[in-house]
């Protein structure tokens, strides 16, 4: 499928592309070495509106369109995977579900200042002992007057320890199961709400992932988001369009493998010659090249559905299954064609692979997508 990007796209993806090269780069490595976020660059990130690109002018975000993201966060995850993903979870999960699904009242109270950057969003569902198994909420929340108490654990929160707010899903009817599950905005001030522990990653390291503790957390009612028992809806539907993010992230870390890969082929000299001349390494060359045009045509396809408001969450899994295989694919081969030089941090390749993993993992594991996929063939 051919795709023709308007003027407006191509500047937001120019922007991205200096923004990357210029702010991410230089502290790219020595903050996944120290695993320090990017405090400056995100909130660099809000004040060119990377942090909000699709919430609604009205509610401070930049009005735009799918495309125009997936074009801009191409851009950052070529650079920088974990500034990628904390923009993903910020747009894709946070500042769409609050737009989609909250009210009047919570748009003007959080996604203003979480679509400017005044405000960085988590979006917790994982738990112990619910990860692809979504519906198996533990985190609790009763009713008590114009207040839930909150109580629970969350596990593996990007944005957890950084956020202001917090998309929170817990069971407020266990006896119904996923239909008991509701969605709350807290508050990272409130009291009983901590963060329990941070992981240490073998990628996107820059990038925090956390467990949150609930402890009796008094919730607002007016913090709900939908009706009671709309949670796991929410959720779902908002991962299909954090699924669109992911596949970028994915096909970002690709195009970076590849672009090292080509460098270096033309520079390392073997046998009197750069080994970009020898066909072994072409051919290295020509597959992640296929293979990374494929899974742009996905990603483009499922934001080009999203956008026209079309079904899209089947394109949705498949774009975020082939990009991730082919991100690490990819990743794996520039490591082979630097050879030894693949395995040492002075060539950034080894993070291209770190990093490109955990596109397989989260947001729904490749092997939820494929039954996603399936699902959406046999019904």
Known sequence: MNYIFTETQLMIRDTARQFAEEVLAPTADERDEKEEFPFEAVKKMGELGFMGMMVSEQFGGAGLDTISYVLAMEEIAKV???????????????????????????????LKNLATGAMLGAFALSEPEAGSDATNQRTTARRDGDYFI?????????????????????????????????????????????????????????????????????????????????????????????????????????????????????????????????????????????????????????????????????EAAMAKLFASRVAVESALEAIQIHGGYGYVREYKVERFLRDAKITEIYEGTSEIQKVVIARALLK
């Not at 699924?243 to 080509?262: D, F, K, N, Y």
């Open 80 to 110: 920088d995977a974990s500034a990628c993903v904390i923009m993903s979870v910020n747009n894709s999960l946070v500042c769409w579900g609050i737009e989609t699904f909250g009210s009047g009242e919570q748009k003007e109270k959080y």
């Open 150 to 314: 909150l109580n629970g654990t969350k596990n593996f929160i990007t944005n957890g320890s950084q956020a202001d707010v917090v998309l929170v899903m817990a069971s407020t009817d266990r006896s119904k199961g996923a239909k008991g599950v509701s969605a709350f905005i807290v508050e990272k001030n409130i009291p009983g709400f901590s963060v329990a522990k941070k992981e240490k990653k073998l990628g996107i390291r820059s990038s925090d992932t956390v467990s949150l503790s609930f402890q009796d957390c008094r919730i607002p009612a007016a913090n709900m988001i939908g009706e009671e028992g709309t949670g796991i809806k929410l959720a779902l539907k908002t991962l299909d369009g954090g699924r669109i993010g992911i596949a970028t992230q994915a096909l970002g870390i690709a195009e970076a493998s590849l672009e090292a890969s080509i460098k270096y082929a033309k520079e390392r000299k073997a046998f009197n010659h750069p080994i970009a001349e020898f066909q072994g390494i072409q051919f290295k060359l020509a597959d992640m090249a296929t293979k990374i045009e494929a899974a742009r045509s996905l990603v483009l396809n499922a934001a080009s559905l999203k956008d026209r408001k079309q079904p899209y969450a089947t």
